[in-house]
């Protein structure tokens, strides 16, 4: 023996977080693995390893890669066509309201209400808490 165990002719890995990760790392994160996946990750590990509750380690892994996060492929249809909007007759017919909100108190205001005009452009900034309803905001 090479002083390894072994289970069902795979390498026994120990429960040792870091042991397993350095495994699904390299499997994972590696060029020639190039981020294949959960289910191809764990093909590719349970070649050679085993341990308890692996696929669901090597699952939560690959829900957690960074990089497989933001280069996911999008699994919807196509969007349609863009349609522009309608363009208002008049100033402040149509506006957008957004909030700044948990911002350090400043004359006992701690959020800011944005109001902008979608014609002009013009805005209009507005001292209110962080705890406005859409009613105190009208």
């Given at each position: 023996?090479?002083?390894?165990?072994?289970?069902?002719?795979?390498?026994?890995?120990?429960?040792?977080?870091?042991?397993?990760?350095?495994?699904?790392?390299q499997?994972?994160?590696?060029?020639i693995?190039?981020?294949?996946?959960?289910?191809?990750?764990?093909?590719?590990?349970?070649?050679?390893y085993?341990?308890?509750?692996?696929?669901?380690?090597?699952?939560e892994?690959?829900?957690?890669?960074?990089?497989?996060?933001?280069?996911?492929?999008?699994?919807?249809?196509?969007?349609?066509?863009?349609?522009?909007?309608?363009?208002?007759?008049?100033?402040?017919?149509?506006?957008?309201?957004n909030?700044?909100?948990?911002?350090?108190?400043?004359?006992?205001?701690?959020?800011?209400?944005?109001?902008?005009?979608?014609?002009?452009?013009?805005?209009?900034?507005?001292?209110?808490?962080?705890?406005?309803?859409?009613?105190?905001?009208?």
């Amino acid at each position: 023996m090479d002083g390894l165990w072994y289970f069902c002719d795979k390498i026994y890995v120990p429960n040792i977080l870091d042991l397993q990760q350095r495994i699904a790392e390299q499997h994972h994160n590696s060029k020639i693995a190039g981020h294949a996946g959960c289910w191809k990750t764990l093909e590719l590990i349970s070649w050679n390893y085993w341990w308890p509750h692996m696929s669901r380690f090597v699952g939560e892994y690959c829900k957690a890669c960074d990089l497989c996060l933001r280069m996911k492929s999008q699994r919807h249809k196509l969007m349609g066509e863009l349609h522009p909007l309608p363009i208002p007759d008049n100033h402040w017919d149509t506006v957008s309201v957004n909030f700044i909100s948990e911002l350090p108190k400043s004359h006992g205001y701690d959020a800011i209400m944005v109001v902008v005009d979608l014609t002009s452009k013009c805005g209009h900034f507005i001292p209110t808490h962080t705890t406005a309803t859409a009613l105190g905001s009208a």
